[in-house]
């Protein structure tokens, strides 16, 4: 029997729904609509799709949102001096710069930049800590939207084996952290799991894979995982989003789906998920600014 699809696209737009109605509410309130700013450098055809379908899910919710370009060639201090100005905008609630950036520029300078309680994406050191010590202000959107997609999907993580392929700072760190997480007050979002990391340097890479109840793989290589890989009833949630022969895929190989219990598409499972979970954050990041998050500890 082949495995059930976890259709993350149709879970992004119900969650859209929602967070529509959570956005309206908050305005009902009297505070001005949630806003974000997304800031796109150079002319990066995919960065450009990407940034549209983020402000088109944006004005769905009753987010506003704005689009911020640089020339390709520009200086790291005018994206520097950019992010001041959207810092101290009091309209904006998210920045989001889109990544990557041209390589004269200092991603990690950027990232810095941001205010913290603007950071959306998660990736700033002091959002990074946070979710680190479980005291997390804004979930990195993509694993944020996976551990979401394996909560409505009924797939308990709490005391299972859960491997995760790369080691990247927006996916595989992260959703280590969320996964291995003891759920709290705080932290809700907690999976309970053994976590274990696999990357590019792992010996027995294939007997670990194996071992896991839930493979999440984020590693960027078309149709890495083959169906020997995995453990038979595994989950199989897909990061991946490769191009191969003209067409979208995964890290996953399609045969995986006659091993699997369950599994995330590509397209159509992770990607748009990441979206919602952005939108999300910046309703979040509206209800800090009107002083209204209990997730806001430090003051500004
Ligand atoms: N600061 C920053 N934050 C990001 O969140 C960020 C970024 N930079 N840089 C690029 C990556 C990539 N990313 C995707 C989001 C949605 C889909 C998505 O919705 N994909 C659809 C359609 C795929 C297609 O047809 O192109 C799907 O998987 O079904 C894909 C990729 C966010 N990123």
Not at 25 to 31: E, I, K, W
Not at 227 to 237: T, Y
Not at 277 to 300: C, D, W
């Amino acid at each position: 029997m082949p495995a059930r699809v976890l259709d993350g696209k149709a879970l992004a737009e119900t969650m859209r729904v929602e967070i529509a109605q959570q956005v309206a509410a908050h305005v009902a309130l009297g505070h001005r609509p949630p806003g974000l700013a997304a800031v796109l450098v150079g002319n990066v055809a995919a960065s450009r799709v990407y940034v549209r379908n983020k402000r088109r899910a944006c004005d769905a919710a009753g987010i506003r949102s704005w689009l911020y370009e640089l020339p390709e060639e520009c200086s790291s201090q005018q994206l520097l001096d950019l992010v001041a100005q959207l810092n101290a905008d009091a309209q904006v609630d998210g920045i989001l710069v889109q990544l990557p950036l041209p390589k004269q520029i200092d991603e990690q300078a950027v990232i810095e930049a941001i205010l913290p309680d603007k950071d959306v994406d998660g990736f700033h050191p002091d959002n990074v800590g946070r979710l680190t010590i479980g005291i997390p202000r804004f979930l990195p959107c993509t694993p944020y939207g996976v551990q979401q997609i394996l909560q409505r999907e009924g797939i308990d993580t709490a005391g299972k084996r859960v491997a995760i392929l790369g080691r990247s700072n927006i996916v595989g760190k992260p959703m280590a952290l969320i996964l291995m997480q003891k759920p709290s007050k705080a932290f809700p979002m907690g999976g309970d799991a053994t976590v274990t990391i696999l990357h590019s340097r792992s010996r027995d890479l294939v007997e670990q894979l194996r071992q896991a109840d839930i493979l999440i793989a984020g590693i960027g290589v078309a149709h890495f995982v083959q169906p020997e890989m995995v453990k038979p009833g595994a989950v199989i949630i897909d990061v991946g989003i490769n191009s191969l022969e003209g067409k979208i895929v995964g890290d996953v190989a399609p045969g995986v789906a006659e091993i699997a219990s369950a599994m995330t598409p590509v397209p159509g499972g992770v990607g748009p998920m990441t979206i919602t979970m952005l939108l999300q954050n910046t309703l979040e990041a509206a209800r800090i600014h009107s002083g209204l998050s209990p997730r806001e500890t430090s003051v500004r």
